[in-house]
């Protein structure tokens, strides 16, 4: 976590600073010219004949307060014939005229302007559509989860979805004030045009020279402060991380209870202070400087232009209307200099957006490329597993750890059994899952079904033969419904097996028992939403999991399961469990002996390896390991609650439930 004085720098920060020329180039190509180019890819998105309509009516935006000039300057120039010859005289009518068509064209200027803003609403609207599906389908591409437990790739994301989590600065906006651009150059290049014609042609080439340095100024200011942006996302996370904490209900118990309000609301401060103070030196550094310079650098180059104006007019070269028009580009254009607000914050936030969500895409490849993510070569074959799923000499390491949590792992899960797998917090059995699932893919070693290496098989196909409740299953803010045929999301829902796997998880009576039965929201965020409590929770997924047994999963898995079941309904969970699991196979990760004695088969595992495997009975009596932890845990229920190590012979008095539900 990071603090004052210990910032925490990102990829971009860890770059080194270009040393040469080419260096400068090439970064320069990287931060402005290729984001650029990824913007103006995304326009065609938007419909061909609207982007052509939005650029055509900003050029002419952008050229009739030009003409708007050269009518009042000629308002300016009909003004003294218009005095000396009085109303009704033609130089009267002549500036009435003029004036009329100015006022014409103010007009044309405001309703086009309007139209503009909705036309560029409708683009923004379009293309911020397309790219959010992109980006969604993006981020629930990769087909492991490596990528998305790695820091770097959470930095990315962090970025790439920033300008899409607000309602500004998204791409698509960028995407308008890229076309507004067409705007500000076709009239700085009109105004040159008039400055060169009117006034002489290299004082028009200083007036562009002029505000070309003013607009580098400032949009190249822009992107290097953008730099700090990225330096800092790691800052801005935890600052953002800690004030949701006090916005969430869960965290607001312990909160209270550790007493943690206090240090809560300086750490908070502390972070965001540092974050604002680093970006206040940066734009400091960033603006100032080249700011003064460059002001000095163009009010020479301007004033300039206007004393050359002056003298032509004084010696007779120039009109008064030459005179009028040309100090009027020359101020209009070095007013071109500036910052554009209708494009380069969009842009520049966008460009960040694209890059970032460009690398996401790029290290999703790698990943796909590195977890043997290509098309699937092998059918998996009906009724599998048949024989058995095993683990074949599997090594494995976390991307970016240097140990192993599985060294040279061998083990069998028979087919039609339930197998119980043991060890110590952090011996792998979560691990375990992941890779039978191909959430990660062995580093060394294969996992095999039925002999076929799984990583033949198309990863989505595959994990539709499981049916899996992790410890950290998801609560979705969806209906109780919803919550329980997500179990099988690829077959359409089914009312009646939902209702009869909440009824085998025991949970159907008290979901019926709410204000909208089924269709309640498990959310309290939602008008007549209910909160469950944790042991509710945990029998959801259990639906989840019974749910997608019934659309056809083959293989159940079972990470902890009932750690929020009272004993008791633990007891009866299992009972049931292995009643209606029979003839399946199964995975069963738990601490409680009371579970775990009752699989077919166990297996413990310790330093990344097997180390016994039996059944219950067995591996007690050969006074292991297995024995050890079951002595243990035995000796803490001692004389009270014996049933979690004891289960048998509670077994005998409790007999299974004949609701047919999990729990009492
Ligand atoms: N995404 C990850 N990146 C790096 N290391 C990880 C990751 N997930 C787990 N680990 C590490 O791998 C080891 C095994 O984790 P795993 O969750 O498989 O253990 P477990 O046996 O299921 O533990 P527990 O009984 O506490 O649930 C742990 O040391 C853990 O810190």
């Not at 009518?71 to 009085?86: C, K, Q």
């Not at 700085?188 to 580098?216: D, Q, S």
């Amino acid at each position: 976590m990071s603090s004052e004085g210990g910032w925490h720098t990102s990829g971009a920060a860890r770059r080194p600073r270009p040393s040469s020329l080419r260096d400068t180039w090439g970064r320069w190509v990287d931060e402005a010219v290729r984001p650029r180019l990824r913007i103006a890819r995304l326009l065609p998105s938007g419909g061909p004949g609207l982007v052509l309509l939005l650029a055509i009516l900003n050029i002419v935006l952008g050229l009739l307060p030009v003409a708007f000039l050269i009518l009042t300057s000629m308002v300016v120039g009909h003004v003294p014939a218009a005095v000396d010859g009085g109303v009704g005289s033609t130089g009267w009518d002549r500036l009435m005229r003029v004036f009329l068509c100015a006022a014409g064209l103010f007009l044309l200027i405001q309703v086009l302007g309007q139209l503009g803003n909705g036309l560029g609403q409708w683009l923004r609207r379009r293309v911020d559509g397309v790219l959010r599906d992109e980006a969604m389908a993006l981020l629930l591409r990769p087909v492991g989860i490596g990528p998305l437990e790695d820091q770097r790739t959470l930095d990315e994301l962090s970025e790439a979805v920033r300008s899409f989590d607000r309602d500004w600065g998204t791409p698509g906006q960028a995407c308008v004030g890229t076309l507004a651009l067409l705007a500000r150059y076709s009239q700085l290049l009109a105004l040159v045009v008039i400055i060169g014609a009117m006034v002489a042609w290299p004082a028009g080439l200083a007036v562009a020279m002029t505000t070309m340095l003013f607009r580098y100024g400032q949009r190249g200011g822009l992107r290097k402060y953008n730099r700090v942006w990225q330096e800092v996302v790691r800052s801005e996370r935890e600052a953002e991380y800690l004030h949701r904490l006090t916005t969430i209900d869960v965290p607001a118990k312990e909160i209270r209870l550790f007493g943690l309000s206090e240090w809560l609301a300086d750490r908070y401060t502390t972070v965001s202070l540092a974050v604002q103070e680093r970006r206040a030196r940066a734009r400091r550094r960033v603006y100032l400087t080249p700011y003064l310079l460059l002001t000095s650098i163009g009010l020479l180059l301007a004033g300039g232009t206007l004393v050359l104006a002056g003298y032509l007019a004084a010696t007779g070269q120039v009109s008064l209307t030459a005179l009028a028009l040309g100090i009027q580009a020359v101020i209009l254009a070095i007013s071109l200099g500036g910052y554009y607000p209708e494009a380069d914050t969009s842009t520049q936030m966008a460009m960040l957006s694209l890059s970032a969500l460009r690398r996401l895409r790029d290290r999703f490849d790698e990943s796909a490329a590195e977890h043997r993510c290509g098309p699937a070569r092998v059918t998996i074959p009906a009724g599998t597993p048949r024989s058995a799923l095993t683990f074949d000499r599997v090594v494995f390491r976390y991307p970016g750890s240097r140990s192993a949590v599985l060294d040279g792992i061998d083990l069998e899960l028979p087919a039609g059994r339930c197998t119980a797998v043991v060890g110590v917090n952090g011996a792998g059995k979560t691990t375990l899952v992941k890779l039978l699932t191909r959430l990660y893919e062995p580093t060394h070693g294969s996992v095999r079904a039925d002999g076929l290496d799984i990583a033949a098989f198309d990863p989505v196909l595959w994990r539709r033969q499981f049916a899996v409740i992790f410890q950290d299953f998801v609560r979705y803010e969806l209906t109780a419904a919803e919550n329980i045929a997500l179990g099988a999301s690829h077959v359409p829902p089914d009312r009646a097996v939902v209702l009869r796997a909440a009824q085998r998880a025991g949970i159907a009576q008290a979901l019926l028992a709410l204000p909208d039965g089924l269709d309640t929201p498990l959310s309290r965020a939602y008008p007549g939403g209910t909160e469950l409590s944790g042991g509710e929770w945990q029998r959801m997924a259990i639906a989840r999991a019974l749910y997608a047994v019934e659309a056809g999963a083959r293989v159940l898995v079972l990470d902890e399961p009932t750690a929020a079941l009272d004993v008791r309904a633990e007891v009866t969970f299992f009972d049931r469990f292995l009643e209606l699991t029979q003839g399946a196979t199964s995975l069963l990760i738990s601490h409680r002996f009371s579970s775990v004695r009752r699989a077919d088969h166990i297996v413990v595992v310790d330093g990344g390896r097997v180390v016994e495997r039996g059944p219950h009975d067995e591996l007690v009596a050969a006074g292991g390991h297995y024995a050890q932890l079951f002595t243990l845990q035995a000796q803490q229920f001692a004389g009270g609650l014996d049933i979690a190590a004891g289960g048998g012979a509670n077994q005998g008095r409790r007999p299974v439930d004949l609701r047919g539900e999990v729990g009492g």
